[in-house]
């Protein structure tokens, strides 16, 4: 594809995700909120923290599958499905499977950590273009969920006592607020609004 043709990609992925800035909040909102309730929960027995984490991963994935599917046009759908989905099935599993028990737990949030890693650096490479000097967020995002994911193996099983809630909300949270910053980067100017009226 020719230069000309490399710009005007992407101009019409900027479009898009300014069309859709909207979902990108309310998604980032939802995150930074579930993960502040899941750094609040305390640990205090492996069954209300399995629930509890089931209901946050549960509830998070369908928010995130319903904004992915209404932003399906945009750049990197299939790594945003993957994460959507992941996070239905974990929690799918966690509430169907609650006295599997608290390490069991941790292998779960460590498998989960490592898939959602992978998926949102991708997601972020694909918006790079089209979202310069936010992108960073979410490929920041990507990489702690990683460094989090290495943690948490170093220090098994004893990390599996206080990894539970601070891990997951911190990772929601970051996730919250990357998807914030791209949303805010996006939305249309207050000029870029009264000049189209």
């Not at 909040?25 to 399995?50: M, R, Y």
């Not at 599917?69 to 959507?84: D, E, H, K, N, T």
Request: aromatic letters at 8%; charged letters at 10%; a negative charge.
């Amino acid at each position: 594809m020719n230069e000309s043709g490399l710009d005007q990609a992407d101009r019409i992925v900027t479009i898009s995700v300014r069309d859709h800035w909207k979902l990108f909040l309310i998604e980032g909102i939802v995150l930074v909120i579930l993960g502040c309730l899941a750094v609040a929960v305390p640990p205090i027995a492996s069954l209300a923290v399995e629930i509890v984490i089931g209901w946050i991963f549960l509830v998070s994935g369908l928010v995130g599958l319903f904004t992915t599917y209404m932003m399906r046009s945009l750049p990197g759908f299939w790594w945003s499905l993957l994460s959507a989905i992941l996070a239905i099935l974990a929690g799918i599993v966690l509430l169907a499977w609650p006295l599997t028990g608290i390490l069991s737990l941790t292998l779960v949030l460590i498998v989960f950590f490592v898939i959602e890693g992978v998926a949102s650096i991708m997601y972020a490479l694909d918006h790079r273009s089209g979202l310069t000097g936010r992108w960073g967020w979410m490929l920041a995002s990507g990489i702690i969920d990683l460094i989090l994911a290495a943690i948490i193996v170093a220090g098994l099983p004893g990390s599996a006592a206080w990894a539970i809630g601070i891990i997951v909300g911190v990772n929601m949270l970051l996730g919250g607020v990357s998807l914030i910053a791209i949303a805010l980067h996006a939305r249309p100017s207050e000029t870029a609004r009264t000049g189209s009226a």
